[in-house]
């Protein structure tokens, strides 16, 4: 059974830092581009980041860019998303989100974590 | 940057009628890139249906998707009780150095609700 558990989420200051982390478990996890998505009740759903097989290519929402890395540990299974100078608007539930297999572009995510809420206030 | 609108915002039916939920795109999308969820409150997005029409495992064959270009359908056959619930189209339009900006949207999403 696929499973991806979030973890990390916290109140924190506008202006500070976090780190998420997400485990996961009953896949071959190098063979996954991962993503992170995040939902607040006003904008609804927004992708943020995703990341490549070994984790040398990431793309980011332009709302994130410059502030918030995302990067992958594949020996411990693990995804990350460094966020930098936290401001409210990045107040969200952040989901870990399991996207494209090595070679093949799906452009969905078939599986995702229950989430972690990260408020900034 | 591709937006999408879901309408209606809020749909009230009674177990057993017949949902059809809308998703129109503000330029073409692919269909093999249009996929829709169902969200439950509390819990994360279920993917129901990829590649505009093909269900994800375990859902049920009262769940269908159709459309092509900028508008897309998922219709819900007899309404179960447990499908009453918020749906979400998304799609992707590619990431990369060609790709888009953002490569994946959203739609606000349509609720789904017990009349």
């Known amino acids: 059974e696929v499973r991806l558990v979030e973890s990390g989420g916290n109140l924190v200051q506008p202006g500070g830092s976090l780190r998420l982390s997400c485990a996961a478990s009953g896949f071959t996890f190098s063979n996954y581009w991962m993503t992170w998505v995040r939902q607040t009740p006003g904008k609804g759903l927004e992708w943020v980041a995703n990341i490549n097989l070994n984790g040398d290519d990431q793309y980011y929402a332009d709302s994130v860019k410059g502030r918030f890395t995302i990067s992958r540990d594949n020996y411990m299974k693990s995804l990350f998303l460094q966020m930098n100078n936290l401001r409210s608007e990045d107040t969200a539930v952040y989901y870990c989100?399991?996207?494209?297999?090595?070679?093949?572009?799906?452009?969905?995510?078939?599986?995702w974590g229950q989430g972690a809420q990260v408020t900034v206030s | 940057e591709t937006v999408l609108t879901q309408s209606p915002g809020t749909l009230s039916l009674y177990p057993g009628e017949r949902a059809t939920l809308s998703c129109r795109a503000s330029?073409?999308?692919?269909?093999?890139?249009l996929a829709w969820y169902q969200q439950k409150f509390g819990q994360p997005p279920r993917l129901l249906i990829y590649g505009t029409s093909s269900r994800a495992a375990d859902i049920p064959d009262r769940f269908s998707g159709s459309g092509s270009g900028t508008d897309f359908t998922l219709t819900i056959s007899r309404l179960e009780p447990e499908d009453f619930a918020v749906y979400y189209c998304q799609q992707y339009a590619g990431s990369g150095q060609y790709g888009a900006s953002p490569p994946y949207t959203f739609g606000q999403g349509t609720k789904l609700e017990i009349k």
């Open positions: 989100a399991r996207g494209d297999r090595a070679g093949v572009t799906l452009g969905y995510f078939d599986n």
């Open positions: 330029q073409s999308v692919k269909s093999k890139y």
